[in-house]
Structure formats: C-alpha cells, structure tokens
C-alpha cells in the first residue's frame, strides 16, 4: 500500500483503499458522460450486495491497515435502500472506516446524508458541472441550480465535506458564463472546487454536438493522448482562443482558493498536524498542476 499516494488533501487517514460496489447508472443522460453511450447504457446498473461490501472492507482493513475508503462508483447514491442497509451494518458491526463516494445532487437527502455521515463518511464529491441554468438544460444533466444549493447545504448540515466539480469551455458558454459558474461554486461555500475542460470523448452525445461545429471549433485530429480534462480540444463560439479558455480556467482556481475567507476557515478547521500536512500538500498540488502550469497537459 506504501507505493499507492492517494491524492492529496483528499481524505483524512492513512493507508486509503478503493473500492467499487456498482457499475452503469440509472440516468444515462449527461451528455457529457460515457455512461450516455449507447454500448455502456444498455449494460444497466449493477451491484454487489451489501454483505459482499462489508465482506470487502473488512478484508482491507484486516489485510491491508486500510483506515479509509473511497468509493469510486459512478453513483453511489442511487439506490437509497441499498445505501441505507449498508451504513446500517457498519454502524451496527461497528467498523472504524472512514470514506468517501460520488453522489448526484438528484440522489441527496438530509436523512440520507446523516446516516452517511454517523456511518463514516467524511466526502461527497458532486459533479455540478455550471453555474447557469441552460449551460446544465443542455448537457441533460436534470438538475438545477437550487438543487445544488440544497444538495451542498444539507451535506454540510451532516458534517460532510462536498467537493464540487464543474465543466468549463462547454457548447454556448462564454467568458461571462464561465465566471458566473466561479461565483456560484463560492456562493456554495464548497470545500473544494475542480474546474475541468470539457472533453468530449467518443461515444457520447458531447462529442457529436461538438463535432458539428454548430457551437464552435474541435479538434478532431487530436490524439487521445489529448483527451483530457485539462486540454481545449473544444472552443466555444464565445471565446477569442484557446489561451483565453485557458487562461479561464487558471483563473478559477486562483479566484475560488486564494480568497481570505476560504484560507482561514481551513485554518480554523485544523485539528492536528495530520491536517496540516494534508492542507499544505493540497496546496502544493494545487500551484503545481492548476495555477503556476504555463500550458496544456
């Protein structure tokens, strides 16, 4: 486990496991998503029971040391009951883990979040994707912005962080867009913010919109080696150039964490020197492959 570094800032005791208790997901729609495709959509949603969750952690943690958990489902949220039954056990069997999963604002509950959050669960990462209401009518995503809002606060209110992720650079966005999508990742009050490039991978809905040219330029010649998330292989129609996309996205990180607000609530949110540490190689992450890099990855 020593050769695996876990992201940093990201979780809250080491050694850190991954797990994956489903595959597919029930809503399909993003257009943005692989999920979308037609050859991963028709495959449905799966997953392992519950007891055979439980079985998996134990073994983690009596093999492994394993003192925390990410769960890497697409959606971990999706099934309340299954959720449900599953922090129940470890409540009830009293397991010392902590973790962390992926959760659709549509799936969010207070309730929910509570007996996550009794159970363990310390992060929700959330793709909320923009701060404008058409930009997310036309990736499908089926949300809205007060869902988000809600979403972010009830997960607060049960004592979990929320890391929010959006997509800058998608069909119909602007600069302006773009920064009003900043502004409302603040007005969240989130603990952590990513801001991606849209990448339109082959096989979804996003990359035949973005190839029809009808919302701007894609580089259709670029090699899959490009296909990330942080390289402008598509320009919206409102931007000059890909330096000025870029230039958006270098700016966001700048303006969502260097702010005095966010420096001293994570100052305050200090409790030992593991959380030192833990802040300090965030930070360090964050200059070194967000805000000091000088072009695409």
Not at 261 to 271: A, S
């Amino acid at each position: 486990m020593s050769h695996y570094v876990p992201l940093p800032s990201q979780y809250h005791r080491f050694p850190v496991g991954n797990m994956i208790t489903s595959r597919g997901c029930t809503y399909s729609l993003c257009t943005f998503c692989f999920e979308s495709s037609p050859f991963v959509r028709e495959k449905g949603f799966r997953r392992i029971s519950v007891q055979r969750a439980i079985e998996e952690i134990t073994y983690l943690i009596n093999d492994y040391h394993v003192k925390e958990i990410a769960f890497w489902d697409d959606e971990f949220l999706m099934d309340h009951e299954w959720v449900d039954v599953f922090c129940d056990e470890i409540i009830r069997q009293k397991i010392d883990i902590l973790w962390s999963c992926f959760g659709k604002v549509n799936f969010c509950s207070l309730p929910l979040l509570k007996k996550m959050a009794q159970s363990g669960c310390k992060n929700i990462f959330m793709g909320l994707e923009s701060g404008n209401q058409e930009i997310l009518n036309f990736t499908k995503k089926g949300q809205t912005l007060d869902m988000m809002r809600n979403a972010v606060r009830w997960a607060h209110e049960a004592g979990i962080e929320v890391r929010g992720s959006f997509i800058l650079g998608l069909p119909k966005e602007t600069p302006e867009i773009a920064q009003s999508t900043v502004d409302f990742a603040i007005e969240l009050d989130l603990d952590y913010a990513q801001f991606l490039l849209n990448t339109p991978f082959p096989g979804t809905e996003m990359h035949e919109v973005c190839k029809s040219g009808k919302y701007g330029t894609f580089d259709e010649n670029a090699g899959f080696e490009k296909y990330t998330e942080h390289t402008a292989l598509f320009l919206p129609s409102g931007y000059k150039n890909k330096e000025e996309l870029l230039s958006i996205q270098k700016e966001a990180y700048k303006h969502f964490y260097f702010r005095p607000k966010y420096f001293l609530r994570k100052v305050k949110n200090v409790r030992s020197k593991e959380d030192v540490f833990r802040y300090f190689r965030g930070f360090h992450f964050l200059l070194k492959t967000r805000v000091l890099k000088n072009s695409e990855f």
